[in-house]
């Protein structure tokens, strides 16, 4: 087998697995991925009550505990790249950020409709309290895809 034979067969073998990895990252990875914590993230962008956004995010926690994802683990595959902001305990902590702003809604809304404001005023207010909740959760994501981080 000449040199040029080698190099083509190697490099054959390398697109071949390249294909590989990529497919399955495409159709097992993102597949667990949406079913676990993905669809209830999107969920919980979607829903206007702010119980329901509560009871969407902790399923996401627990589905990002279903997969194995533990404080510990980085978005990163070099060290250098293991910074605080690419660690599940961050992400963690950031959906529990977001939980806790969506109780003070909640707050927020008990002492509102308890007290003499017009309903008219409390709605607009509470249109933009979720509007704010809706942004925070996409901060530096696409339009497309409604992410915590």
């Not at 079913?35 to 996401?60: C, D, Q």
């Not at 293991?82 to 002492?111: C, G, H, K």
Request: hydrophobic fraction near 40%.
């Amino acid at each position: 087998m000449g040199g040029s034979a080698k190099y083509g067969l190697l490099f054959i073998l390398v697109l071949v697995a390249t294909i590989a990895f990529a497919a399955y990252g495409a159709i097992v990875v993102n597949f667990a991925y949406e079913r676990e914590v993905g669809g209830y993230i999107r969920n919980a962008y979607e829903v206007n009550k702010p119980e329901n956004m509560i009871s969407e995010l902790t399923k996401a926690v627990a589905g990002m505990r279903r997969l194995g994802l533990t404080e510990g683990m980085y978005a990163a595959y070099v060290p250098w790249e293991r910074t605080p902001d690419r660690s599940m305990e961050f992400q963690y902590e950031y959906i529990a950020q977001l939980i806790n702003r969506t109780e003070s809604v909640i707050l927020w809304r008990t002492l509102a409709y308890g007290g003499n404001s017009t309903p008219e005023t409390l709605g607009d207010v509470y249109e933009q309290k979720m509007d704010n909740l809706r942004s925070f959760m996409t901060e530096g994501c696409s339009d497309r895809l409604a992410c915590t981080d």
